[in-house]
């Protein structure tokens, strides 16, 4: 199932969606650099692909951590890197009020994890009219979704989607239960696996996560051999200069090799 969203190209193509870009909106330069490449490679694979970037991070370990350039300027933006490549704009919101300011800009609407159960919020997300991605919280199985899934429903949500990005396992690692896919997918939603913060490393003593971005790929494959909707990757041209989440990030130069094979198993399973 692929998210009817304004600008999304190729949805008839059987392939998976993807939401991708860089972490946060860190400079005036990056998010344009990695779109650009993102949309080249998807038009060629005939991807659905939708921009991401956080406008500000408000849940940073350290509060030494990067968490924005100013919340209008990056929602600007983020805007202009939408208008410009003619693809769908995807950003994190943390609060009711920041619903109706990030609504007036992009085209999707991200509760982040940790905030998957705040009533509220759900609410403020729905009432904007956009499209809401709703992140599976890692401390909730995929069963308890479905309360999320009745919530925007009784809001009057009924474009949204949810992801898979992992479950605590212990204090300073994460697991994907790939059962979470087919069981989210009862909802009758759309459901994306989101790659690389279910690769996170949390709760590191330094303030910094880690990650395991050599598992990428592993884990992409599965989701799509599971038949997820859509996969979530963040992915920047240096991760180890990205201001935040760099330890898991894809590589942006690994992107289109990644994505070819991901097409090829995708098609393998639309024929068996």
Do not use: W
Not at 164 to 178: A, C, I, K, P
């Amino acid at each position: 199932m692929t998210p009817t969203l304004p600008k999304l190209r190729y949805t008839d193509s059987g392939n998976f969606f993807l939401i991708a870009g860089p972490c946060v909106v860190e400079d005036h330069e990056n998010p344009f650099v990695v779109c650009e490449r993102l949309v080249a490679i998807c038009d060629r694979l005939h991807i659905p692909f939708a921009f991401k970037a956080s406008y500000r991070k408000a849940n940073r370990s350290s509060i030494n951590s990067f968490t924005g350039i100013g919340d209008v300027e990056a929602l600007r933006l983020l805007r202009e890197v939408g208008e410009r490549y003619g693809v769908p704009v995807v950003t994190d919101i943390h609060t009711n009020e920041e619903a109706a300011l990030a609504a007036d800009y992009v085209d999707v609407l991200q509760i982040p994890a940790f905030l998957c159960r705040q009533t509220e919020l759900l609410r403020a997300a729905a009432a904007t009219g956009r499209y809401v991605n709703v992140k599976k919280g890692q401390f909730l199985s995929p069963e308890a979704m479905t309360q999320v899934a009745d919530k925007m429903r009784a809001f009057g949500c009924q474009n949204f989607m949810l992801t898979e990005r992992g479950t605590t396992f212990g204090y300073q690692d994460l697991v994907v239960d790939f059962r979470g896919v087919p069981t989210m997918q009862r909802n009758g939603v759309p459901v994306v696996v989101d790659i690389t913060h279910s690769l996170q490393q949390p709760n590191q003593g330094s303030g910094v996560t880690g990650g395991r971005p050599d598992m990428i790929e592993t884990i992409a494959r599965a989701a799509i051999a599971v038949g997820a909707d859509g996969l979530f990757m963040e992915t920047h041209p240096d991760p180890a200069c990205a201001k935040s989440d760099g330890a898991n990030m894809l590589r942006l130069d690994l992107a289109e090799g990644l994505l070819e094979r991901l097409v090829v198993i995708r098609q393998t399973i639309i024929k068996l």
